[in-house]
């Protein structure tokens, strides 16, 4: 058995190549360390089948390290303590051993993404890979086979084809500038505040569930031993209310809703200027969707008369969901 880990910043994913997916709230801005214990729960249940671990990250960007480079050695450090026979996959799609990863951190630096293009370039020659998870949203031109991506994060937001919003954990007050409000539709800002985010506006419009809600809220001081009413609707709407300095009595449900509205319009419209954009200079005609967030790919995509393949319908969607670690545990298998 294959085993693929990918490390982020608050979620640590792992999947097998037979098919079992399981995603972990860790934040390791909060406790690197909790690494740790995350990779010994993950040992001691696959430990007597597992051949061999591929490895993907993103964690290392958490502000709990100085720089990327500290935080791919803290990384790697934590898995090879875990495991014996790992495998790190660099930023030119191969992988290497943890010997490697000493000598040029940077290169392992924000892989997570690449596993997920090269398994797709092998099955889809010409497409534009989408992939939209709880923080970020990839967008990753494939052209003949071939990823057409930047390689670096830094690169990747000056061209479009990373996109730092997602369906959890990304603040409302970054996606919308003003809102419309009440039944006149009139114009308001926003407060820069972490009132809400978009998991808030998700739930409300019924896209995701009190369980898929799987970050902590942004009030979630204010519920302790009490996590069902964290993630309820209302408590979602009241958030949302502070978006706009009021409270759910003052401007009522029907503008709560519209707030959550109005951020995915934004998240579907944001996204659709990036697909263009690589539909445009490549002449790709067809999309493929991975992550939480494939409905925003497919509104999205709809609204550009773009070809639109799911890989929920293909994988079912925990797989679609943690796509990153299941595609280095099949990319390691086929090496």
Known sequence: MFVGIDVGGANTKIATSDGFVDSIYAPLWKNKTILYDVLSEVKQKFEAGIEAVGVVMTGEL?????????????IKK???TAFETLKFFDSNC?????????????????????????????????????????TTTDVI?????????????????????LIYSGVLRTNV?????????????????????????????????????????????????????RENEEKSRVSAMRRLSRVVCSDLEEIGEDSAVGIAEQVKKAQVEGLAASMVRLKEKYGLKMVVSAGIGDFIAKEAADSLNIQFLSLYSIYGTKISATFPAYSVSKLLETL
């Open 62 to 74: 958490c502000d709990c390290f100085e720089t990327k480079r500290e935080g791919v050695l803290h």
């Open 78 to 80: 934590a898995l090879s």
């Open 94 to 134: 191969g992988f290497k051993d943890g010997s490697e990863v000493d000598k040029d951190p940077l290169s392992f630096a924000s892989t997570n993404w690449l596993a997920s293009s090269k398994l797709i370039s092998e099955q889809y020659e010409d497409a534009i890979f989408v992939d939209i998870g709880s």
């Open 141 to 161: 031109p494939i052209v003949s086979g071939e990823i057409k991506a930047k390689r670096t994060d830094l690169e990747r937001l000056k061209s479009g084809e």
């Open 173 to 225: 007050a970054t996606v919308l500038k003003e809102v419309e409000i009440g039944d006149k539709g009139e114009e308001c800002g926003i407060s820069s505040e972490l009132f809400a985010i978009t998991a808030d506006a998700y739930l409300v419009l019924g896209y995701i569930t009190a369980d898929d809600y799987s970050c902590e809220s942004p009030d979630s001081y204010a519920f302790g031993g």
